[in-house]
């Protein structure tokens, strides 16, 4: 009798992780990728000897399957996907996947429409600073079920709405929801589907986890009243004292575990490198998930004073003659750019577009008003751009090409202004990813810096 086998949809990195691991744990396993496998990924099936496919998918193989570890990055609504539902194949999650492979790790789950990957990184580095046996994965780095075969005893887990689609018993120790603003809707039908999404983090848990959620965020507040939550809820605002959680006073961060118990001073604002209140929102949940784990105060500080701006956020490249280039290529949805644009002190040029992901860009027009001198679409099809902002801004420029537009906001700049890639978009018209938009980006700066200073060196 031939053993029964599993198939893993998709030959990205959590396809390889949920691979490797079903490998290593002496299952049969077969993978199928519609597109082109890159080569590093390659490289791991063949050194494993795990039998793949790239450039379409054999359905007569995959059809006789008894589970399929579905990629996040594939819709349901894909044509395969439904003939496999229609079979009654179970199709899980390689989040699901990687969990049923520990016994008794903690997770830590991290979502929300912006924030995802600075929360997580914050709270990864303060752990392990305080010498935790923890491990970054899901939507950061390597996936989770590649992780998993490191055997950690914490995992903290940057989770998106897409992996959470296919999660239905994935349950998460401390589930943390920071926002939740109008994104992905040229993939899911309407708002409330993505909304949905986001709480599953959620709905899973029990009586002796722990859910922290930003109070301030009202469509969270409006949807927590749905839902029938086990766990311990603990909230966290930059606008109001709470009774429990945590919360900003006298320019201070404050934390409070119980009603009626002292609260506990950590650290004033002023002296922690993250700006903004969007990062503010990312530290209180930082704040929350540490004191929970009874980290030391100490680590918990230096963590924050230590900790630096991830890459492709706000970051800042160059300044070339007093005009300052930032890149914040991560910022693909509306809110986003909003506290970029919040955050701009100066005049600033503005580089933005991409693939429209259903954008709502009413929130940017006040903010746009009052700092941006200039627009630069960069992208194929930003009509709906354009037509929002036109009669706002004088002058507007339409481009294609990255370098274009660098050196054109370069030229349009003056001392004192800020140039700001904060594309709004997904990158996927042009580029490969948001990394690779960001990349390319800061690669044109660094050129027109050697062009001005080349007679220096």
């Not at 903290?156 to 920071?178: G, K, W």
């Not at 029990?206 to 859910?211: A, P, V």
């Not at 941006?372 to 194929?380: A, H, R, S, T």
Request: glycine share 6%; hydrophobic share 40%; with cysteine.
């Amino acid at each position: 009798m031939k053993k029964k086998f599993i198939v893993v949809l998709g030959g990205g990195e959590s396809g390889i992780g949920a691979a490797l691991l079903a490998k290593k744990n002496g299952l049969k396993i077969f993978l199928s990728d519609s597109g082109i496998i890159l080569n590093k990924y390659k490289k791991i099936l063949v050194e494993n000897q795990i039998p793949f496919e790239e450039k379409g998918h054999t359905e007569n193989m995959i059809l006789k399957a008894i589970k399929v570890i579905k990629s996040p990055g594939i819709s349901r609504e894909n044509i395969l996907i439904k003939k496999i539902n229609f079979l009654g194949i179970p199709i899980i999650s390689e989040l699901e996947f990687g969990k049923s492979y520990l016994n008794s790790s903690y997770i830590i789950s991290i979502t929300g429409s912006n924030g995802k990957t600075t929360t997580s990184s914050i709270v990864y580095q303060i752990l392990k600073k305080d010498g935790f046996h923890v491990g970054i994965a899901g939507n950061i780095g390597n996936s989770f079920s590649k992780e998993v075969l490191k055997k950690k005893e914490f995992y903290v887990l940057e989770v998106s709405s897409f992996q959470l689609d296919d999660c239905f018993n994935f349950r998460s120790n401390i589930a943390v929801l920071l926002n939740i603003t109008r994104d992905h809707l040229n993939i899911y039908k309407n708002f409330q589907g993505y909304i949905s999404s986001k709480f599953r983090i959620v709905t899973n848990q029990n009586k002796e986890d722990i859910f922290i959620y930003n109070y301030d965020d009202p469509i969270i507040k409006k949807e927590l009243k749905k839902y029938k939550i086990l766990s311990h809820c603990i909230p966290f605002s930059i606008k109001e004292e709470l009774k429990v959680g945590a919360y900003i006073k006298w320019n201070n961060i404050f934390f409070r575990k119980k009603k009626n118990k002292k609260e506990i001073c950590l650290l004033n604002i002023e002296k922690i490198s993250l700006k903004g209140d969007h990062n503010l929102y990312n530290i209180l949940a930082s704040v929350i998930i540490s004191k929970i784990l009874n980290v030391k105060k100490k680590s918990i500080i230096h963590s924050l004073l230590d900790f630096s701006p991830i890459e492709h956020r706000m970051e800042k490249v160059l300044n070339i003659n007093g005009v300052q280039f930032i890149n914040d290529s991560k910022a693909t949805n509306v809110n986003a750019v909003f506290y970029a644009l919040k955050s701009m002190n100066s005049p600033t040029i503005w580089i933005v577009g991409g693939k429209d992901k259903g954008n709502d860009y009413s929130e940017l027009l006040p903010l746009v008003k009052k700092k941006v001198k200039f627009i630069i679409f960069l992208g194929k099809k930003n009509k709906k751009f354009i037509n929002f902002f036109q009669d706002f801004i004088d002058i507007i420029i339409i481009t294609e090409c990255l370098k274009n537009a660098v050196r054109i906001a370069y030229i349009l700049s003056m001392p004192g202004d800020n140039i700001l890639l904060s594309p709004a978009c997904s990158s996927l018209d042009i580029f490969k990813d948001y990394k690779e938009r960001g990349h390319k980006f800061k690669q044109e700066v660094k050129k027109i810096f050697y062009e001005k200073n080349r007679y220096f060196f």
